[in-house]
T-cell receptor, first 113, second 112 residues
Framework: KAGVTQTPRYLIKTRGQQVTLSCSPISGHRSVSWYQQTPGQGLQFLFEYFSETQRNKGNFPGRFSGRQFSNSRSEMNVSTLELGDSALYLC????????????FGPGTRLTVL | TQLLEQSPQFLSIQEGENLTVYCNSSSVFSSLQWYRQEPGEGPVLLVTVVTGGEVKKLKRLTFQFGDARKDSSLHITAAQPGDTGLYLC????????????FGTGTQLKVEL
C-alpha cells in the first residue's frame, strides 16, 4: 500500500506571497492532519480534516488554512508569507480517530526569503 | 506551554551501549506514540501504547507507558549506528481527535 505523498517536496517563496501544499493520504484513510516543524518550536499541530470537515485546529493565525476533498486529499494554504513560516510542513493520515495512529508523509520544505 | 518533555535532549553513545529516553507530562493521554525521524524526512511510527503500564517490544526497543498514562519511556538495548535519529514521543488527549502533542525530541547518535 502506498504511503502518504506530499507535493512539492521543496519550495522557495518570498515574503508576502502565498503558497499551497498538497497531501494525498494512504488509500482508505479519511483523516488528514497537518503539522509545522521548526528547530525552535518542534512539531506543532496546525489542523485536522475528516470527511471534508475541519475537526481540530491548532494555535496558528488565520493566514494558515486548509481543505479536504471528497477523495480525502488535502491542501493547506499559507497567505502573506512571513520569514518565520519557513519550516518543514508535514501531513499525516489515519483511518479514523481510533488509537490516533498517524502516518506521516516526507514533508514539504518551505523556505521564505 | 510544552505538554510533553523529553529527556535527554541529545545523546551520543558508542555501538553496543544501552540507553533510555524519557517522555513526561502532567497531562493524561488516551494514547501515546513513539516516532523516529531522519533528517529531511517525516517521522516514522514505531509503536502506539494505550493502556497504563503497557510494555511493548520491537526487536531491541522496549516501550513502556506509565501506570497513570502521563509518561513513557523508550529503552534501546545494544544500540547500533542504524538507530541514529530523532526520537519523538507524541500524545493524544481524550476528546482531541487525531491532534497529537509532540515532545521536544531526543537526538540520538550511535557511533562505531
Amino acid at each position: 500500500k502506498a504511503g502518504v505523498t506530499q507535493t512539492p517536496r521543496y519550495l522557495i517563496k518570498t515574503r508576502g506571497q502565498q503558497v499551497t501544499l498538497s497531501c494525498s493520504p494512504i488509500s482508505g484513510h479519511r483523516s488528514v492532519s497537518w503539522y509545522q516543524q521548526t528547530p525552535g518550536q518542534g512539531l506543532q499541530f496546525l489542523f485536522e480534516y475528516f470527511s471534508e470537515t475541519q475537526r481540530n485546529k491548532g494555535n496558528f493565525p488565520g493566514r494558515f488554512s486548509g481543505r479536504q476533498f471528497s477523495n480525502s486529499r488535502s491542501e493547506m494554504n499559507v497567505s502573506t508569507l512571513e520569514l518565520g513560516d519557513s519550516a518543514l510542513y508535514l501531513c499525516a493520515s489515519s483511518l479514523t480517530g481510533g488509537y490516533n495512529e498517524q502516518f506521516f508523509g516526507p514533508g514539504t520544505r518551505l523556505t521564505v526569503l | 506551554t510544552q505538554l510533553l518533555e523529553q529527556s535527554p535532549q541529545f545523546l551520543s553513545i558508542q555501538e553496543g551501549e544501552n540507553l533510555t529516553v524519557y517522555c513526561n507530562s502532567s497531562s493524561v493521554f488516551s494514547s501515546l506514540q513513539w516516532y523516529r525521524q531522519e533528517p529531511g524526512e517525516g517521522p516514522v511510527l514505531l509503536v502506539t501504547v494505550v493502556t497504563g503500564g503497557e510494555v511493548k517490544k520491537l526487536k531491541r526497543l522496549t516501550f513502556q507507558f506509565g501506570d497513570a498514562r502521563k509518561d513513557s519511556s523508550l529503552h534501546i538495548t545494544a544500540a547500533q549506528p542504524g538507530d541514529t535519529g530523532l526520537y519523538l514521543c507524541a500524545g493524544a488527549l481524550t476528546g482531541g481527535g487525531n491532534k497529537l502533542t509532540f515532545g521536544t525530541g531526543t537526538q540520538l547518535k550511535v557511533e562505531l
